[in-house]
Antibody, heavy 115, light 107 residues
Framework: QVQLVQSGAEVKKPGASVKVSCKASGYTFNSFGIGWVRQAPGQGLEWMGWISAYTGDTNYAQNLQGRVTMTTDTSTSTAYMELRSLISDDTAVYYC????????WGQGTLVTVSS | DIQMTQSPSSLSASVGDRVTITCRAS??????LAWFQQKPGKAPKSLIYAASSLQSGVPSKFSGSGSGTDFTLTISSLQPEDFATYYCQQYDSYPRTFGQGTRLEIK
């Protein structure tokens, strides 16, 4: 069965970087892209960006341009999202989701940014 | 960017009711619209894609319709497990914007 398993919770100081992983199983990894979505406490869903697992092409939300990098490792069927220069407003649960339709989601990774 | 506006923002209903949630796009998106259900502390769950296609395993009590700018999600015969927050998302163009969510509560 299709599964996306994300890395564990992180606590970071302002200005630091975080890298969240999303390991896929149960399907051919490079047949679907991976999208990243975050959700601040008590807020709605915010689309962060997309990476094609086949070509590596990316598309990022404009408000994160320059701070976010999405990559994939096809040898381990894992997608990564790195966010740099963290601020308190980056405190959120970060999700990966499969494909254009986001039909399968990871369990979420809580990233807390606090001094 | 395409703005997605859901209405209502919150909705109270009783078990057994039928409810409809609306999602409006700021410009035409054909049928490139998905609906998700999210329960507290859980990841979103995909319900519908291509405006009206049910994801595998999703009960037929959920239905979607619409094209262009106006879309609806209808849930019939509400059960306790259906009380959650629902989001629409367009995937016609980047950035893939979400609606602000509709919180469905038990009356």
């Amino acid at each position: 069965q299709v599964q996306l398993v994300q890395s564990g919770a992180e606590v970071k100081k302002p200005g630091a970087s975080v890298k969240v992983s999303c390991k896929a199983s149960g399907y051919t990894f490079n047949s679907f892209g991976i999208g990243w979505v975050r959700q601040a406490p008590g807020q709605g869903l915010e689309w962060m960006g997309w990476i094609s697992a086949y070509t590596g092409d990316t598309n990022y939300a404009q408000n994160l341009q320059g701070r976010v990098t999405m990559t994939t490792d096809t040898s381990t069927s894992t997608a990564y999202m790195e966010l740099r220069s963290l601020i308190s407003d980056d405190t959120a649960v970060y999700y990966c989701a499969r494909g254009v339709y986001s039909d399968y989601w990871g369990q979420g990774t809580l990233v807390t940014v606090s001094s | 960017d395409i703005q997605m506006t859901q209405s209502p923002s919150s909705l109270s209903a009783s078990v057994g009711d039928r409810v409809t949630i609306t999602c409006r796009a700021s410009q035409g998106i054909s049928n490139y619209l998905a609906w998700f259900q999210q329960k507290p502390g859980k990841a979103p769950k995909s319900l519908i894609y291509a405006a009206s296609s049910l994801q595998s395993g999703v009960p037929s009590k959920f239905s979607g319709s619409g094209s262009g700018t106006d879309f609806t999600l209808t849930i019939s015969s509400l059960q306790p497990e259906d009380f959650a927050t629902y989001y629409c998302q367009q995937y016609d163009s980047y950035p893939r914007t979400f609606g602000q969510g509709t919180r469905l509560e038990i009356k």
